[in-house]
């Protein structure tokens, strides 16, 4: 895939492409391709241009990268050569990182839960941070990586709503000793909020807690060299603004972490961090499917698709859609649920989606947005979708 993207001729009732779809993943030139279908058309200017607007807008925070987001060997080769850091969180990640020329001393190991030949490894190739959140990971580590300077990550939520990760803030100071009575460095801490957060304040109580911390430690003599604020930066998918606040710019985001570290800490880390992944990917990549079945059920108009949740379509996010149709006969806005290929019954993409009345059995349906987190492994015998970049 080669060249700029044309205009877009939208049909009529489905309103403008989003500003975030891909100057060169225009429908149109996408409609005009004999790829088979589904496949995710991806984009690395976007990811460099992410990451450009990430830097400036969050001057003084240095972005490492979190690997799950899009592990794609060219994601990964764009970045590096932007002078990112990376997160990994299994040695899986780490090889990846390694076979796109990544040293181990530009990757921290963010998973506080690793096997002991695991952080063997990593240490063999120059991981020297490691992440724990607990004295047996720290054992783990003293054993397989001697010497390596740790992170702990904190726990900061109010009411955890999944997999308790993270040590309270009161155990800090306990583990940090014990740390540095097996020989390694406590280093610093880390914490992490949770996905697509909508407002850049959000940082603030966890910043107050980590500043308590940071206090206490000092008076044992740990001063931190690193504050890693994990990520949660959010990116642009379709908002009900009767569901959910309109994203603020990134470069707020920037300013109130800024403030919140001068206000919050006692002191600032030599390294401040952060872990953005759905921020620079996301918006990367369109989802190219096509249309196998239309039928109309109890009352309901529904698309069946040749990708669905289980290649690349889960995690409930309202995706930008539109179709390989034009203006013309059968154009007019229908609402359809959307459904993937799989006897699944969950496997249902989206309901009222607005699309042309005419839309048929062959034509092609797109979805932006998918750059991050869309990495399947099929269902029912039914393979992933292949990423090709212009």
């Known amino acids: 895939m080669t060249g700029e993207g044309v205009g877009v001729s939208v049909p009529p009732g489905l309103g403008d492409l989003p500003v975030q779809w891909p100057a060169r993943l225009h429908p149109e030139r996408?409609?005009?391709l004999a790829f088979q279908t589904p496949y995710r058309a991806g984009d690395v200017t976007v990811v460099a241009d992410r990451l450009i607007e990430f830097n400036d807008a969050l001057r003084g925070i240095d972005p490492y990268y979190a690997v799950t987001a899009n592990p794609a060997p060219e994601v990964i080769s764009t970045l590096a050569g932007l002078g990112a850091g990376?997160?990994?969180g299994s040695l899986a990640e780490l090889n990846l990182l390694t076979e796109q020329g990544v040293e181990g001393t530009r990757v921290l190991l963010g998973n506080p839960v690793m096997p002991g030949p695991q952080l063997r490894a990593a240490a063999e190739r120059?991981?020297?941070?490691?992440?724990?959140?607990?004295?047996?990971?720290?054992?783990?580590?003293?054993?397989?990586?001697?010497?390596?300077?740790?992170?702990?990550?904190?726990?900061?939520?109010?009411?955890?709503?999944?997999?308790?990760?993270?040590?309270?803030?009161?155990?800090?100071?306990?583990?940090?000793?014990?740390?540095?009575?097996?020989?390694?460095?406590?280093?610093?801490?880390?914490?992490?909020?949770?996905?697509?957060?909508?407002?850049?304040?959000?940082?603030?109580?966890?910043?107050?807690?980590?500043?308590?911390v940071m206090s206490e430690l000092l008076e044992d003599g740990v001063g931190l060299a690193l504050l890693d604020l994990g990520g949660g930066f959010p990116t642009r998918y379709e908002q009900d603004p009767t569901e959910a606040p309109e994203l603020a710019p990134i470069a707020e985001f920037g300013r109130e972490l800024r403030k919140a570290v001068d206000e919050l800490l006692p002191y600032r880390p030599d390294s401040l961090v952060c872990e953005p992944g759905r921020f620079l990917v996301a918006?990367?990549?369109?989802?190219?499917?096509?249309?196998?079945?239309?039928?109309?059920?109890?009352g309901t108009d529904w698309l069946t698709l040749d990708a669905g949740v289980h290649q690349g379509l889960a995690g409930g996010q309202r995706f930008p859609v539109t179709t390989s149709l034009r203006d013309g006969p059968g154009s007019l806005p229908r609402p359809f649920s959307?459904?993937?290929?799989?006897?699944?019954?969950?496997?249902?993409?989206?309901?009222?989606?607005?699309?042309?009345?005419?839309?048929?059995?062959?034509?092609?349906?797109?979805?932006g947005s998918t750059g991050a987190y869309s990495q399947a492994a099929g269902y029912n015998g039914f393979a992933p979708p292949k990423t090709l970049f212009v």
């Open 30 to 32: 996408l409609a005009g």
């Open 86 to 88: 990376f997160q990994a």
């Open 126 to 212: 120059q991981v020297w941070r490691m992440a724990f959140d607990s004295e047996a990971e720290l054992l783990r580590i003293a054993e397989n990586a001697p010497g390596s300077c740790v992170c702990l990550r904190l726990s900061v939520a109010a009411k955890p709503d999944g997999r308790p990760l993270g040590a309270q803030p009161a155990e800090a100071r306990p583990l940090m000793a014990r740390a540095r009575d097996l020989g390694l460095v406590p280093y610093g801490l880390a914490f992490h909020l949770g996905t697509q957060q909508a407002f850049p304040s959000a940082w603030r109580p966890a910043l107050g807690l980590t500043g308590q």
């Open 283 to 298: 918006e990367s990549s369109v989802l190219v499917t096509t249309v196998l079945d239309r039928s109309r059920r109890d």
């Open 338 to 367: 959307l459904a993937g290929p799989t006897c699944d019954a969950g496997d249902v993409i989206a309901r009222d989606v607005t699309l042309p009345s005419g839309i048929q059995p062959g034509d092609l349906v797109m979805f």
